[in-house]
């Protein structure tokens, strides 16, 4: 009989490298948000995926950068602590742009603060690249860290090279029986999922400072005997002038906002949704240890 293994990835790098775009792919659901702005995923997220042979559970980070709000180093602060507890590293790059040095910073920090895990490259985003150009790429980061187990370059967002990537990382991880049922593929709550789905719609509707200034917070969620949802959720905003330009005129842009987190919502969990939102003022919520915490981005990762 073949081993069978059980362990977690940290899926860790800068933002919009594509992290929550491979976890979703792999997982087949959209467990985590994504869109085109840095700093989408706030959260640590688990994305598990289950075959014969092993468990093996996505660890999706917050992109690491430089932000001088509370926010910005809790969000660090998570990506960091994830990558402490985790198995193997999956280190992410955006492969269409000229090796930057958040994966030797990276590298070094592990070294420094002992984590010895293997430790996996990932060049995201292939698709969006000159052929010539990838060989050179590849290398580049071979040459940083030789000492890494694979250097795969993938997309995402086609699909391509995951079979190669899940044997690789399955590989090196520990012998241990499953721990998630196997038909659990995250451990978001569906109170948390409707927060993150509101919040995906103000990020892709919203410009300039006002998605970073922006949270969910869902008041109420309650199942009818119907098996229908009722969630009622305030979008946090974090400053007065920004009340007017999420609303929209008569209030178009919220219903905008409401209806496709609905809709995604219900695809996902399977079963109809009501939605009402709010908008609430809340200056500086994003600086703020306390409120922070309240919302469950204090940095801690349980
Ligand atoms: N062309 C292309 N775009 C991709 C690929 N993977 C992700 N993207 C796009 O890159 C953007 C960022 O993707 P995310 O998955 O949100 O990136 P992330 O690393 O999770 O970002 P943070 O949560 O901000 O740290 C989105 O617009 C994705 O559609 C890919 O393989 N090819
Ligand atoms: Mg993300």
Known sequence: MSIHRYGTIALLGRPNVGKSTLMNRIIGARVAIVTPKPQTTRHRILGIYTTD??????VDTPGIHRGRQQLNRNMVR??????????????????????????????????????????????????????????????AVQALD????????????????????????????????????AEWFTDQSQRQLAAEYVREQVFLAMHQEIPFQTAVDVESFTEDDDGRLHIEAVI??????????????????????????????????????????????????????????????GGNIE
Do not use: C
Not at 108 to 123: G, M, S
Not at 151 to 163: F, H
Not at 252 to 265: D, E, P, V
């Open 146 to 181: 030789p000492e890494a187990k694979a250097w795969i370059p993938l997309s995402a967002r086609k699909g391509t090279q995951l079979d190669g990537l899940l044997k690789t990382l399955e590989q090196w991880l520990p012998e241990g029986e499953a721990v998630y049922d």
């Open 236 to 297: 946090l905003v974090g400053s007065e002038s920004h009340k007017p330009m999420l609303i929209g005129k008569r209030g178009a842009g919220m219903k905008r906002i409401g209806s496709a987190a609905r809709k995604g919502l219900q695809t996902l969990l399977g079963r109809p949704v009501d939605l009402r939102l709010w908008v609430k003022v809340d200056s500086n919520w994003f600086d703020h240890p306390m409120k922070l915490q309240d919302l469950g981005l």
């Open 53 to 58: 042979r092993a468990q093996m559970v996505f």
């Open 78 to 139: 998570v990506a960091y602590a994830a990558a402490e507890e985790a198995d193997v590293l999956a280190i992410m790059q955006d492969a269409s742009r000229p090796l930057d040095t958040m994966t030797s910073q990276l590298i070094e920090r592990f070294a420094e603060n002992h984590l010895r895990q293997p430790r996996v490259h990932i060049l995201n985003k292939v698709d969006k690249i000159e052929k010539s150009l990838l060989l050179p790429r590849l290398q």
